[in-house]
């Protein structure tokens, strides 16, 4: 078995993913096509854990999401703006600002610490989904994830794509429908689903 990158996120409900996928059109019409959202191969969402895994521990990882999952009751989250931000190669990326609740925050901590024996940081290049050139920013965000960009440091955010987008009315609150356990594509997109798990409303 070989080890793989993983996302652990969750899933917004169909109009905030159509919401997403609409103005991530309009990014790829001005700004290129290496994000381009989707509802089947590229999917919206927010991250909660990224890492690596053993094929082999998927069914265990599973068995961890659906304990936290039974337990979980996270009530409509908000979208608080659009951020646009450089990336290592000075590269702007926009995502939806996602207001980060107390629940939220709590919820990304109980997945990171739950989920520390399965995850590691040593990704390379052949454990991201499929067999494209894989960006140096990609591997630097994985291995980077648990040290800069969790707990404290936790940025809930749904990306929308590459570019700067203008004049956009925000979608009001939305809701998560479910877990999912993704494998990672170049860009951090969530390429494969490989376990999705429902979750209860408030």
């Known amino acids: 078995m070989s080890r793989i990158a993983v996302d652990v ?8 993913t159509d919401k997403a996928i609409e103005i991530n059109a309009e990014l790829v019409k001005r700004f290129g096509n290496e994000i381009e959202l989707n509802k089947e191969n590229c999917l919206p969402h927010i991250s ?3 890492g690596c895994i053993e094929e082999a521990d998927i069914a265990s990882v599973e068995k961890v999401l659906e304990e936290i999952a039974k337990e979980t009751s996270l009530p409509d989250l908000k979208v608080v703006g659009i951020r646009a931000s450089g990336n290592s190669k000075g590269q702007t990326i926009s995502v939806f600002e996602v207001e980060k609740t107390e629940e939220l925050q709590s919820l990304h901590e109980e997945v990171m610490d739950k989920l520390a024996p ?6 390379t290049e052949d454990m991201i989904y499929g067999d494209q050139a ?3 920013s990609t591997l630097l965000w994985i291995k980077n994830y648990r040290e800069k960009v969790s707990f404290e440091n ?6 929308i794509g590459y570019g700067q ?3 956009q009315v925000l979608p009001d609150t939305f809701s998560v429908l479910k877990f999912a356990l993704c494998h990672l594509g170049n860009h951090c997109t969530c390429r494969k689903v490989l376990v999705s798990i429902e979750i209860r409303g408030v």
């Open 9 to 16: 996120v969750l899933l917004p409900d169909e109009a905030m």
């Open 48 to 50: 909660l854990a990224m």
């Open 118 to 123: 399965y995850l590691s940081s040593d990704v």
């Open 134 to 136: 894989v960006a140096g």
């Open 154 to 159: 936790f940025f809930p955010h749904i990306t």
């Open 165 to 167: 987008i203008e004049n």
